[in-house]
């Protein structure tokens, strides 16, 4: 379900434009306050509806579960760290969905540019950033000559 703003909560911060990753939500130059300019390439990932203090983003349901007469609300509520959705069908059914945002406190989590710079031997590594230490397993499993199919090898 792609995201649409509500231009009259909006106040122009632009916290949902810095974090969509398929860059879709502008400032508009008028009215200084946020858009989706192109709703077919929104990857519904609601960083926005995460990222937005003033609840001015929404999302619209689409036509096979939600038609017309329908409504979906989200509300992100950082003190109590989760997201809510409010699905109301034409019939007047409602349903009510309570998800944590994150599993962990608020600024535990290390950003990128805290970690020193890769080395060039980590650059032609197959690990990806911070592999293993983040997966906190130890080293990475694999397989061993003597667990593959005989003959192929
Ligand atoms: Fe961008 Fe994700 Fe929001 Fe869509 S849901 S506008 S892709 S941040
Ligand atoms: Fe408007 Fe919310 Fe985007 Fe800020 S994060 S620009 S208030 S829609």
Redesign the pocket.
Known sequence: MPTF?YMT?????????DVCPSDI?H?DTTYR??YNIEPNMCWECYS?VK????H??DCRGYADFAPLGHSVRVRREEEKATISWRIRFRDGREKNFVSPIRTTPWGSIKAPSEYPEPTAAAMNSQELAHEPEALKIGALPALKRDQLKQGLV
């Open positions: 703003v909560s909006c106040d122009g911060c632009g916290y949902c434009v939500m400032i306050r946020a926005c990222a937005c203090p003033q001015a983003i």
